[in-house]
């Protein structure tokens, strides 16, 4: 594993994002008349990620494995910088991102690119091959030499036929677009990639494809990666370490062999059990108790304990921190220091 | 000895400006009682279609062109609607991947469930909803006297698949067809929703098709699997044989593209380029493009070979089964 030595790429301290539940009419009728009558209703919030402490290190890639609505995809977006945290600080290279001055700021914006879980969705069907690639670079002047050339190259490099420039992206397949997508994100040279899902939407062959050009890109260009998914046959192939959230929180985070050999949370424990793998024939398949809850109103204590096999007292009141239980390997679960 | 479902050389055309699609082709495949037989295969290979066909469901300008579909030793691929509608839901129920295929979203589950108990059989509305009460419960949903009088909104995703599995239940059907029913959901609660239906399987012997592009579930669920591509069925056999030792090109690229398969870090061995269009296969072995092994012969249609008993592929260059 890479040693933290130096500051790392990208560094998260106690970062949450806290999101309000539009009031539709009635509530807000509600709300008018009990204000009124002295009584004001408190607005629902969801803590999509709640006080999440996470460094990467510099050619390091990090999976980050949780179920819908565990907040990876909005943790994601704000080490991307596409979403403001509510609270906390998003560190790039050791420095805050929100206290560097307006320039200093886009660029380091511009060195961290995302790339997106659906190939449909995330390409403006109106523009041309060559425009969705080439028109962030033009904007920051990174293009030296001729523009045609230069989108060339990144189609070349994410494995497109530069011949496809002048088409439109309804005239490619999802693994193409895909491709196109990761043109689009290296064309601004950047040295932090964070993928959401982004090869969920892909046919099992395409998906191989696609990973094997996400790890040849990582050798030939140096890349680090923050790879959200809830695959975890695919982020145990890619990954250098892995981090568990579960309703807005981290739980556990380890290397990638640590966590799926001694997997120490209850809720990873159960996670991994219920994989399907291709080399479990006929098994028996037994799951975790009940739903994961709503985040509208996530149970106190560990947000775990509901469903928890060995849940005890101080689990529905005290919220467990993330302590240290191996080197590197570190777990949210009182059942650690009991 | 006669199975739930015996496909025989079951063929699904769409006719369109551009062309025929051969959407399902020459596919012939068998299911017995309490068996579970997975259909696996990437987009627009004909899985679904063939789903589709089986229950009926193909409409214009799709058409089941040809081959047989016999249920029960009873052919129902031409039967007239009337017919199917005697068969759907009591004798063959079908569950989506998308559980509000299934329901009525302005329709409270009860109301659903009622209806489509007494769609089939004269029993008293008492009765029905006594028999939907208990159809909620064996897919384990918590107080289903409660959950019959909600909406479809009211649930999460896992709890109105397991709706959808229920109403499929009602009638006790000996053939169940799954389209991708868990593929939307998330890990644990796929899990859940496995452990119920591969119980229903053992304990009520139902024959169950479950269709899907994932060979970890079906390596964990099913006792058989067909392999497709491109509308046919490349290889088939028990899902030891044919996930150990594939004998088909594709097969063993398709297993070679699951990463938990690979050492960590290391280049998925895969399958290059990509799936043809349906409109414009190649001639012959719609694979032999993407192939390694293919040659001159592949240019001509690929027929079943039978290997042991069981197990078929369409490849005239198989790969050789290592003994384990």
Known sequence: ?338 | MTGTLEVRGLSTHFTSRAGVVRAVDDVSFAVQRGEVMGLVGESGSGKSVTGFSIIGLVDPPGRVVAGQILFQGRDIARLPEPELRKLRGRHIAMVFQDPMMTLNPVLRIDTQMIEAVQAHETVSTAAARARSRNALGLVGIPSPDERLRAYPHQFSGGMRQRVAIAIALLHRPELILADEPTTALDVTIQAQILAEVQGLARDLGTALVWITHDLSVIAGLADHVAVMYAGRIVEKGSVDAVLDHPLHPYTAGLIGSVPSRTPRGERLPGIPGMTPSVLNLPVGCAFRTRCARATAVCETDPPEFPAEPGRAHRCFHPLVAVPA
């Open chain 1, 1 to 338: 594993m890479t040693t933290p030595m130096p500051a790392p790429m990208i560094e998260l301290r106690g970062v949450s994002k806290r999101f309000e539940k539009a009031a539709d009419s009635a509530t807000r009728l509600v709300r008018r008349v009990r204000g009124a009558l002295g009584a004001p209703v408190q607005p629902q919030i969801v803590r999509a990620v709640d006080r999440v402490d996470l460094a990467v290190a510099r050619g390091e890639v990090v999976g980050l494995v949780g179920e819908s609505g565990c907040g990876k995809s909005t943790l994601g977006r704000m080490v991307a910088g596409i979403a403001p945290p509510s609270d906390g600080q998003v560190l790039y290279q050791g420095q805050d991102v929100a206290t560097l001055d307006p320039a200093a700021a886009r660029q380091a914006k511009l060195r961290v690119q995302m790339i997106f879980q659906d190939p449909y969705a995330s390409l403006n069907p109106r523009l041309r091959v060559s425009e969705i690639v080439g028109e962030a670079p033009r904007v920051h002047r990174l293009i030296q030499g001729p523009y045609d050339a230069y989108v060339d190259a990144q189609l070349r490099r994410a494995g497109l036929d530069p011949a496809y420039t002048r088409r439109y992206p309804h005239q490619f397949s999802g693994g193409q677009r895909q491709r196109i997508g990761i043109a689009r994100a290296l064309a601004v040279q950047p040295d932090f990639l964070v993928c959401d899902e982004a090869v969920a939407a892909l046919d099992v062959s395409i998906q191989a494809q696609i990973l094997n050009l996400f790890m040849d890109l990582r050798r030939e260009l140096d890349l680090t990666y923050l790879f959200i998914s809830h695959d975890l046959g695919v982020v145990e192939h890619l990954s250098d370490r892995v981090v568990i959230m579960y309703l807005g929180r981290v739980v556990e985070q380890a290397p990638t062999e640590e966590v799926f050999a001694r997997p120490n949370h209850p809720y990873t424990q159960a996670l991994l059990a219920e994989v399907p793998r291709i080399d479990a024939r006929r098994r028996r398949f037994t799951a975790i108790k009940g739903e994961i809850p709503s985040p509208l109103a996530p149970p106190p204590g560990c947000h775990f304990h509901p469903r928890c096999p060995h849940a005890f007292a101080r689990c529905s009141v005290e919220v467990p921190a993330l302590l240290e239980i191996a080197p590197g390997h570190r777990s949210a679960c009182h059942l650690n220091d009991r």
